[in-house]
């Protein structure tokens, strides 16, 4: 090898080594979570540590203002979540809703949400009582900081009281409720709802984490009839199903040693009703999708590149529908489908069945309050008290598996298999009641 190969040799390696340093000087020193020089799949991703800001809130817990120095595109994107902004109010879409849940606060007002900027303002103003602070269990780190410092009894403190409190010096949804004070530790993820560790216990490890920190707040829960603690009516992903979950209920044994839990009695037609919260997890990870090794933030969370080469995972939270990223990403499976159409179809068949069932639900309803009332007033050839816990049994099951899916904020998108079959299991209970009752369905 001659003197001018070995030079020029040695030149482009100096080349290749300079290009190298500036671009991990450009990357590695960006401030965010998550980088890469090439690619933005997410095997391909490098998690970097960087040390939490020294400034916290109140109770020890660092808010995301304190991270916008370190991880500044982030905190861009999750500023971008006050952009959802919008309520439907479903009690004006679907007025059935206002006659089946008779008695109860979602009676009052039942909106969907808004991003998660927005959680403290909105439990505040809801028209739904909130006489203690569990209310606060979802919509803000400080109350689960609160939790974790306190314990239960926390759950039973006033709610204005520690709304005032959170309001005025901490914050709403926000990076401590995923990740604690460590999400400069790589992008470490926590479980920091003590119920959720609580409940799943070491079954816990069997859930992606990318999904059980969403799955923290968008799940089925109750409050405790003890302590008033919030708590999940199940111990593992296999218990999760609507069927094993309404047998919790069914089975639990309460404070004065009846059986079965239930959220309110409803005086029209003495029935003990159950109302679903919003079992995302649940619903998703008895999916096809969740088997697969794909969890919520694959589906909701985009990973960007910033004009400076920076990769990282925006916290700006989507419907995959609205990111053509996302959309990319789907059709490694589902290959040239029309995404967009498919979901909307699944959510139109799920809607339009809803429609159809809730009303159904609402008539099982009112003839079962007639029913009733003709027990209470004594009126000839009315039902016995027997004959009309068993229908009040089949209200319960049919208002349990009608709201399940309801209440689902996918519209079946998450698990259209599952969506149908609490639509099909109401049905069945619906007509099953009302054959009882002697009136055709």
């Known amino acids: 090898m001659d003197k001018k190969t070995i030079i020029w040799k040695v030149i482009c390696g100096l080349v290749i080594i300079a290009v190298a340093v500036l671009l991990l000087?450009?990357?590695?020193?960006?401030?965010?979570?998550?980088?890469?020089?090439?690619?933005?799949?997410?095997?391909q991703l490098t998690e970097l540590k960087a040390e939490?800001?020294?400034?916290?809130?109140?109770?020890?817990?660092?808010?995301?203002?304190?991270?916008?120095?370190?991880?500044?595109?982030?905190?861009?994107?999750?500023?971008a979540n006050k952009n959802n902004d919008?309520?439907?109010?479903?009690?004006?879409?679907?007025?059935?809703?206002?006659?089946?849940?008779?008695?109860?606060?979602?009676a009052k007002e039942y909106g969907s949400a808004r991003g998660h900027s927005y959680t403290l303002e909105d439990v505040h103003h809801t028209a739904r009582p909130h006489a203690a602070a569990n209310c606060l269990t979802c919509k803000t780190p400080n109350f689960a900081k609160l939790v974790q410092d306190e314990g239960v009894s926390a759950y039973t403190l006033p709610f204005d009281e520690v709304w005032e409190k959170i309001n005025a010096e901490g914050e709403a949804v926000s990076c401590y409720t995923?990740?604690?004070n460590s999400a400069g530790d790589k992008g470490e993820l926590r479980v920091t709802h003590t119920y959720v560790n609580k409940a799943l216990g070491a079954n816990l490890s069997a859930i992606d984490p990318a999904t059980v920190s969403c799955g923290q707040c968008h799940i089925e829960y109750y409050f405790t009839p003890t302590d008033k603690e919030t708590?999940?009516?199940?111990?593992?992903?296999?218990?999760?199903?609507?069927?094993?979950?309404?047998?919790?209920?069914?089975?639990?044994?309460?404070?004065?040693?009846?059986?079965?839990?239930?959220?309110?009695?409803?005086?029209?037609?003495?029935?003990k009703l159950l109302k679903a919260q919003h079992p995302e997890m649940e619903t998703y990870l008895q999916g096809v999708h969740a088997p697969m090794g794909l969890n919520c933030a694959d589906c909701h969370m985009e990973i960007k590149m910033n004009e400076d080469g920076t990769v990282?995972?925006?916290?700006?939270?989507?419907?995959?529908?609205?990111?053509?990223?996302?959309?990319?990403?789907?059709?490694?499976?589902?290959g040239d489908t029309n995404m967009t159409q498919l979901v909307h179809r699944i959510q139109d068949q799920v809607t339009t069945r809803e429609t159809e069932i809730g009303n159904k639900l609402s008539a099982f309803k009112?003839?079962?309050?007639?029913?009733?009332?003709?027990?209470?007033?004594?009126?000839?050839?009315?039902?016995?008290e027997e004959e009309l816990n068993a229908i009040r049994k089949l209200y319960r099951e049919a208002q349990w598996f009608f709201d399940f899916c309801y209440v689902e904020n996918s519209e079946g998108a998450h698990n259209s298999q599952l969506a149908n079959r609490c639509l099909d299991t109401a049905a069945e209970k619906i007509a099953e009641g009302m054959a009882l009752l002697g009136v055709e369905n």
């Open 312 to 334: 990282y995972h925006s916290h700006e939270l989507v419907s995959p529908l609205a990111s053509e990223a996302l959309l990319e990403s789907c059709a490694k499976c589902h």
């Open 52 to 79: 939490a800001p020294a400034e916290t809130a109140y109770d020890g817990t660092v808010k995301a203002d304190a991270w916008k120095a370190v991880f500044p595109y982030i905190a861009d994107s999750m500023d």
């Open 178 to 180: 995923c990740h604690g």
């Open 86 to 106: 919008e309520i439907v109010d479903y009690l004006a879409k679907d007025p059935y809703l206002v006659n089946l849940y008779e008695g109860y606060g979602f």
């Open 231 to 271: 708590m999940m009516p199940y111990d593992s992903v296999e218990a999760m199903t609507p069927e094993a979950i309404l047998a919790y209920y069914d089975e639990m044994v309460l404070p004065d040693g009846s059986v079965g839990f239930a959220d309110w009695t409803q005086e029209s037609t003495g029935a």
């Open 25 to 43: 000087s450009g990357v590695l020193n960006k401030s965010d979570v998550r980088y890469h020089a090439e690619a933005l799949t997410r095997d």
């Open 366 to 384: 009112d003839a079962l309050a007639d029913a009733n009332k003709g027990f209470q007033e004594g009126a000839p050839g009315a039902k016995t």
